[in-house]
């Protein structure tokens, strides 16, 4: 996306969200960073533990304004998850995740 076109958390649609269910979801407990002549490179892996060596498995490069808008994303979606609820008041669903 060009600067500054990254969509905001709420103009993610219900299409959207079904879309972004529709692939795997893999675990991901290790990631690597590192600045490219095209933009932020992060890598995923999972370690099962210090014995074994990270399974890389996918990867991103972003742009400097798309790794902006996602930080801001995962700080949003992270102080949702921190918010106390009840138990009889389910916590708010993470449009974005």
């Known amino acids: 996306m060009a600067q500054n076109d990254s969509p905001k958390i709420d103009d993610v649609t219900?299409?959207?969200l079904e879309a972004a269910y529709t692939v795997p979801a893999v675990l991901a407990n290790r990631f690597i960073g590192h600045n490219t002549l095209t933009g932020l490179r992060l890598a995923f892996a999972e370690q099962a533990n210090i014995q074994h060596a990270p399974h890389f498995h996918s990867a991103v490069v972003l742009s400097t304004s798309d790794a902006?808008?996602?930080?801001?994303?995962?700080?949003?979606?992270?102080?949702?998850?921190?918010q106390p609820t009840t138990p009889d008041e389910p916590a708010e669903p993470s449009d974005n995740a």
């Open 68 to 82: 902006v808008a996602l930080v801001n994303l995962i700080q949003v979606l992270i102080a949702r998850a921190q």
């Open 14 to 16: 219900p299409e959207h």
